[in-house]
């Protein structure tokens, strides 16, 4: 099954800047869905904003415990306690987090804002509270098959005129 993770802000009253991973998965998004609610719960951190909180610990917007979810690039710096957590997990593995020059005690997910390692990364996390026969990798846009291209036209073209 094909879905998409969107990675970023995607509401009408944010920033507006996101950018679509696309999975082919061998299930669900409901269940997919279901997996990270469980992994939030479990672990007792998210990804997503503490507007909706998963962990039921009752996590406020921009808590430390809601990851890569607050705008500004200082707060994406993780505490020794999440970085124990992301690599012995496996969710961000260690090669991949660099520590703070200035900070110590602090880390970042070296991924220099590639959209796709941050989604690898939510879908490791996922894949914590998943069936272990759970699979999923990533998709590029150029491999799923597009009418437009099978019938050779811009179909709707008139509809997305500025």
């Known amino acids: 099954m094909l879905f998409k993770l969107e990675i970023g802000d995607y509401s009408e009253d944010g920033y507006g800047v996101h950018e679509p991973v696309i999975y082919d998965t ?3 998004v409901a269940a997919i869905a279901e997996g990270y609610k469980k992994s939030c719960k479990k672990y007792g951190i998210q990804f997503n904003r503490g507007d909706n909180d998963f962990t039921g610990l009752g996590l406020k917007c ?3 415990r809601v990851l890569w979810s607050n705008p500004d690039m200082g707060a994406n ?8 957590l992301l690599t012995h997990t496996g969710v961000v593995p ?3 987090m660099m520590p703070s020059l200035l ?7 070296n991924y220099d804002s590639e959209s796709d390692e941050y989604a690898n990364a939510i879908m490791r996390f996922i894949a914590l509270s998943m069936p272990d026969d759970f699979t999923y990798r990533i998709q590029e846009p150029e491999n799923i098959p597009c009418l437009n291209d099978t019938l050779g036209v811009n ?3 008139g509809l997305l005129v500025p």
């Open 26 to 28: 061998n299930y669900d």
């Open 62 to 64: 921009w808590d430390k």
């Open 77 to 84: 710096w993780l505490d020794e306690k999440m970085y124990d």
């Open 94 to 96: 260690e090669e991949d």
């Open 103 to 109: 900070s110590e005690g602090k880390y970042l997910a």
């Open 155 to 157: 179909l709707g073209y």
